[in-house]
């Protein structure tokens, strides 16, 4: 145990000749911080240890504590200095050192990356202006992650009102940081803060439309239980789960499809479902954008599944949206019962909006018929040769590109292929006393 006698004899001395203190070992720093506590260290002797302190490898912790009980003797900018320079070194971040490096900003300190340490330790919820001097600097350097420039971004646009010529200067960087998130497909609250001011239409092509999707379909999931690690996300069209990461209890995820599945992971693995209290939030919704996606859903197994599940708002797109239904059917990720599902849709479809050319249409009001009998019969009989031709080919189809093996789809295929045989032999049916009923009704028609 050191004796106070001696770390006050000691402390005055290097009070009379700051120049002896030339490193900061151990009893060095307990000299200082008992004179500290004492309120007797002078402004030399706190500049003099403040240099030392910048350049020292050991102990952080305990220079640090020296330092700041320093700085409140003094509030001297080299030692707010060392300070700062201290916690960039070992790479502090977070609400708990904001102080220091807004306080340094403040006294004009300069310190390698002092405003991106700032940035960084600020609290995402704050939506408070930033101070006028560090969007100055981030105006002519951003060497920031997609983090921290979505929150620098999204600030200005919150606080537009308050600094109209940084908002306008700052417009290229946004635009071309949108363009950076809908090719990566990565997405925050803040990003779509961003992309309610700025996204266009035309911002949405083939070399993004994979990365848009994710961002259009990208939620938050905020989780208060520091024991979750992960966040499994299943859509009800899948077999398969994803999961993704919660970090500071929060999560990012991608959700296309109504009444996806959520759970949770702890760190040893085990899992959660209905035990685990969370907020869902879309990050940022647009009707009209994702609209923009339906020329790219090719390949897309989500964003297909997306416009599968909202089909009846696009009635224009319907014939577009059957093919669809079609190849997907044949996707094997997809669970048996709703693959099910979408080669009914199919069949229905072709029953229920088969169109037959009305040209000869004995049935319409005001049927005429000038030429020829087998004319009349010709044309008319080649419209059920044509859903006759449909049939089969749909048959074939089937036949040919449905994966074999697992027992239920076998099972579904079979029960709709026999269906499509059933209508085969009813158009044959009607086709083959179509003819004479034809000729009947046009000869009496035409009489």
Request: glycine share 6%; aromatic share 12%; proline share 2%.
């Amino acid at each position: 145990m050191r004796s106070p006698a001696l770390l006050l004899e000691a402390c005055l001395i290097l009070n009379e000749q700051p120049l002896l203190l030339r490193v900061l070992n151990d009893f060095e720093i307990h000299v200082l911080l008992y004179g500290c506590k004492e309120g007797i260290v002078e402004e030399r002797l706190l500049e003099q240890a403040a240099g030392l302190a910048l350049n020292c490898d050991g102990k952080q912790r305990l220079l640090f504590r020296l330092l700041t009980g320093m700085y409140r003797l003094s509030e001297n900018d080299e030692v707010l200095e060392a300070i700062c320079g201290i916690l960039i070194r070992n790479g502090m971040k977070g609400t708990r050192y904001i102080h220091w490096y807004e306080k340094g900003i403040e006294r004009g300190i300069k310190v390698t990356r002092l405003f991106e340490y700032y940035l960084a330790s600020r609290d995402r919820e704050d939506t408070s202006p930033l101070p006028k001097l560090v969007l100055l600097y981030f105006g002519y350097n951003s060497e920031l992650d997609r983090a921290q420039k979505a929150y620098l971004y999204a600030n200005i646009i919150r606080n537009k009102d308050n600094n109209s010529q940084i908002y306008a200067n700052y417009i290229p960087r946004i635009r071309e940081f949108i363009g950076e998130e809908l090719e990566r497909g990565t997405a925050d609250e803040n990003t779509g803060i961003i992309l309610s001011e700025f996204m266009k239409k035309d911002m949405i092509d083939s070399h993004n439309a994979k990365g848009a999707a994710d961002v259009l379909f990208t939620y938050r999931i905020i989780v208060n239980n520091k024991n979750i690690k992960n966040v499994i996300i299943g859509h009800k069209e899948l077999k398969a789960f994803e999961k993704y990461p919660v970090s500071d209890g929060c999560a990012y995820v991608r959700i296309y499809t109504s009444e996806p599945a959520v759970s949770f992971e702890d760190g040893f693995g085990r899992l959660y479902k209905d035990t685990v209290e969370y907020k869902l939030d879309r990050v940022f919704i647009n009707e009209l954008m994702i609209k923009q996606l339906m020329p790219y859903m090719d390949g897309n197994l989500l964003l297909s599944l997306y416009f599968c599940e909202k089909s009846r708002a696009y009635k224009g797109k319907q014939l577009e949206l059957i093919k669809l239904y079609g190849k997907l059917a044949e996707e094997e990720r997809l669970v048996p019962q709703f693959r099910r599902q979408l080669i009914s849709l199919v069949i229905d479809y072709y029953f229920d909006n088969y169109a037959l050319d009305t040209t000869y249409d004995i049935y319409v009001d005001d049927f005429t018929f000038d030429d020829t009998y087998d004319e009349f019969i010709t044309v008319y009989n080649g419209n059920y040769e044509d859903l006759k031709r449909d049939l089969v080919s749909f048959k074939n189809d089937l036949e040919t590109n449905v994966a074999k093996g697992n027992a239920e789809v076998d099972k579904v295929n079979a029960e709709v292929i026999t269906s499509i045989d059933k209508a085969i032999i009813s158009v044959d049916d009607y086709n083959s006393t179509f003819s004479e009923k034809a000729k009947d009704y046009a000869k009496l028609s035409k009489d």
